[in-house]
């Protein structure tokens, strides 16, 4: 099993990678938020600060590009090329207003012919090789069908499949036919000579939230290899490591050995474990983010849009969350939530 930690603009950059992996060492990768390519310009000092190689050691690392345009695209490729990476994903799933306005992002599946040439021409130019990130349509799942019928013409190292349309935004039961029909399609995409014998890996995406919800989703769907986790991360960073230790399966066996986990799903079960680890990484993140952010608000901004997320784990703790939200210096931040910590208990999902 493959786990991939989904990319989150405004959150999972490059400082909290590298503390999430310091602390909880179970992705397999981690996907960048998106990258846009600018005219003449190459990266904005946060998205530089993002890629750059001396931001990501030892820390495996897809860097994510928002284009509509094969131009920009194969160049921005080509800048991460030279940081020493080795695949880009593409973005066809942004559902934001100011993205998708200019057919980009989920925009872009609306023109499934202009999407299609624009395939064609970084199949045929990037430097790297392309994974794709994508909805299933814009209005419709119905519309999934014609766009697997483009991506099975091209050898996409991987196809990431949030199965939701874009209107639908984060909301609403997604639509797990369409992953299961991709599944179909790709592994079965021998159409002609030039694709015989290939398939492309699909992974799945979406409202995978908790423990739980992932053992049922892989009971349903037992042929799943891939998964890709978002704001379920946020809720519990512990997440995968809970889910590779508790693994019985061979590949997830492997992977607890490499992480040094052997033994001890016990001990990722425990509460006051959990609590701990999750203490220790927030503690680390906050004064990380001081070490490069310019004052106590950023900071403060930063640490209360995670807990708007990491809060939803524990019992009760609402009025310790607006006590975070409201706090002005760090000193009342960490007082509030070394509270929430000593008096909300851990949520067992
Ligand atoms: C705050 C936020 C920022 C996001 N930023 C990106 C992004 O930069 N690129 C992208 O492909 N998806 C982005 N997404 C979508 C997530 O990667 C993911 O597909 C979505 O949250 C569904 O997965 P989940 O249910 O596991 O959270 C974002 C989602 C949220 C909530």
Redesign the pocket.
Known sequence: MQYEF???????GYIYRNAHHACFPSMDRY????ITPKKGKSFTTREWNDIAAEHNQNIAVVP?I?ANQAEGFCKVAGMLKEQGYEEV?L?L??PSATVTAKKK?AGFLADPDALDAFLEEIFAHSPLKISI?TRIGVENPDEFERLLDIFSQYPIQKL?V?PRVLKEF?KGN?HREAYVRAKERLSAAAADEETVGRTIPVCY?????SVSDTERFLVEYPDSDDL???????IDPALVMRLRAKSADPAGKNAAKELRLENKSTVWEDAAKRVSDIRDFYGRLAEDYAAVLSGERDVLFKMKELWSWQGQLFEGSEKYLKKIRKAQKLTEYKSAVAALFADCPIKDA
Do not use: S
């Not at 996907?31 to 998106?34: A, D, I, K, L």
């Not at 995406?205 to 939230?209: A, E, R, T």
């Not at 890709?228 to 946020?234: C, I, K, P, V």
């Open positions: 989904a990319p989150l603009e405004g959150i999972t996907y960048t938020p998106f994510q928002l994903n973005n799933g942004c992002g990130k990431i949030h984060y997604v995406n979406g409202d995978l939230f890709m986790f978002g704001r379920g991360m946020l």
